[in-house]
Structure formats: C-alpha cells, structure tokens
C-alpha cells in the first residue's frame, strides 16, 4: 500500500500541467516558488518512508501504553481519511498537510525511540535532519495547518481528541 502510495505521489509530482507549481506560487509568491517548489515536493515524497520509518520505531518501543505509540492509529486515520486539513482536490499540495502530520509524529517518536535506545536512532541521523529541515519549508507553505497540526498531536499525547474530531466535520 506504500509503495502505491509512493508511485502515485511521484507521478502527481511530475506536475506537467504545472498545477502545483501554480498553486504554490499563490501561497508563497513569485520569487519563492523556485525554491520551495522542489523542497515541497521532496517532503511530499518522503512520506511513505516516514510512514515505513515510524512502523518500524513502533516494534522497538518497550511501553505498550506508550503515548507516542497511540499516536499511530490518528495517523493512519488523518492520511486515509478523504477530508483533512487539505484535501485532495489540490492535488499534490493535497498531500503536505498529510507529511507534515507523519513528520511530527515521527520526530515524537524519535524522541521517545531515543530515550530508551540510543544507538537505534543514529543511522538514520542524516535522514532525520534533512525531514526536519524540509518540515520548516513545509510550516512556510501551510502555516495554518501546520499550527492546528501540532495542537492537534499536542492534544492527542494528552489523551484529548477535540481537535482532531472537529476536523473530519
């Protein structure tokens, strides 16, 4: 399911209608888009493998009750659900608030991953910076979802679910 996922985004992202390219030049402005049309893209792309990479972590956190764990089901949810923060019908920049959902969540869970394994954590040390750089690109884009997104994961660690219900209404 992935790697359908992972194909489909990279077709979107061929962009030959220039689609995204316009949309994100409404959201950043002429001069910007050169720059951050590549590095959105690229987060876009990179979150199947966040995805995988968060899988992955979940087998090797020792607390089941853990609360960065829980956090993985309201994933699952945000990304499948068709009525998210931004939908679908933007086409690629459909998919970005869904990547950044997967990257804070996988920064949650690096923290937590790290706390019990240090060594676990650092060949991918390298992948890690580079999604949180490309997360910054992404707050630029989508600064109001970005906004509701950490409050949202804030609030669900919490064991409150308020505003990530209010926004599949």
Known sequence: MLRALKEQLKVMALDEDNKFHEVLRKRVGKRATGLFENRTKQFILLMPDVVERIHYY??????????TK???????????HPQDLI??????????????????????????????DQLLVEPNKEFNESLRDLK????SVIPEQAKRIDEMIEEIIKGETGIFMSTFR
Request: net charge negative.
């Open 136 to 139: 910054v690109t992404a707050r």
């Open 87 to 116: 939908g679908e019908e933007w086409g690629l920049l459909g998919y970005l608030d869904d990547a950044y959902f997967a990257a804070v969540v996988f920064e949650k869970i690096i923290k937590e991953v790290t706390r019990e």
């Open 58 to 67: 979940y087998g090797h956190l020792q607390k089941e009750n853990s609360k």
């Open 70 to 80: 829980k956090l993985g089901g309201y994933l699952l949810t945000y990304l499948y």
